[in-house]
């Protein structure tokens, strides 16, 4: 079992940065491939950006490529998601996700590929 804690949302105006944290406890966090998703108020929860156990492949959807990186910290558990040039519609949950698989894409995008996830973090963007 693996308990996923993301942090680091709030209220920022167009043009800010964030930085999204995700801490897991339980088994070996370095076994995982994490994830991020979003999801925004009426609609589906989206893949936002994913990374392999190791850290050595990243991936990222288009809309955020360029503005968006992933990166993880396996000393301490940790997955970051630092957000720059935010934009309106960048508003959302923000969740974190954790696979057992080594994952490729297009696999690493789809929801039903993680096996846990967090509670979420909101995001908000005012223009």
């Known amino acids: 079992q693996v308990q996923l804690v993301e942090s680091g949302g709030g209220l920022v105006q167009a043009g800010d940065s964030l930085r999204l944290s995700c801490t897991a406890s339980g088994r070996t966090f370095s076994s995982y491939a994490m994830a991020w998703f979003r999801q925004a108020p009426g609609k589906e929860r989206e893949f936002v950006a994913a990374i392999s156990q190791s850290g050595g492949r990243t991936y990222y959807t288009d809309s955020v490529k360029g503005r968006f990186t992933i990166s993880r910290d396996n000393a301490k558990n940790t997955v970051y998601l630092k957000t720059n040039t935010l934009k309106p519609e960048d508003t959302a949950v923000y969740y974190c996700?954790?696979?057992?698989?080594?994952?490729?894409?297009?696999?690493?995008?789809?929801?039903?590929?993680?096996?846990?996830w967090g509670q979420g973090t909101q995001v908000t963007v005012s223009s």
């Open positions: 996700a954790a696979s057992s698989g080594f994952l490729y894409s297009p696999a690493v995008t789809r929801r039903d590929q993680y096996d846990y």
